[in-house]
């Protein structure tokens, strides 16, 4: 079976970076993913939210150089994570659990601050089960 996925997006918020009780780093970004098609003569464009979830080292380095708006190339795999409400509804959400986020150069001049496409892994990191 093979579970990978290749997103390249724009952060739709800040980095959110939190750590595990053991002091695993953790951080989530949101991402807007979008495809541009032809429906008749009319050019649309399509937008997808996926949030992502990047641990070890690579969260922290996320967090401390990644800003909304800024863009990004995510590999990483699909998960869906499952939860019951107080009210008991059952509810699940499918999520991004990246391997290597690599930066995207900025689109504004002069802010190059040498993280523009270079890519953060820890392939050495296995993840917690459950966060």
Known sequence: MLNKVILMGNLTRNPELRYTPNGTPVA???LAVSRKFRQGDELKEEVTFVDVIIFGKQAEHC???LLKGQGVIVDGRL????W???????????????????FMPKREAGHADGVAGHAHEDVSYEEP???
């Open 28 to 30: 989530t970004i949101g």
């Open 84 to 102: 019951e409400t107080d009210d008991h509804q059952k509810r699940s959400k499918h999520e991004i659990v990246a391997q290597t986020v690599t």
């Open 129 to 131: 089960a459950q966060v």
């Open 63 to 65: 967090a401390q150089y």
């Open 79 to 82: 998960q869906q994570r499952r």
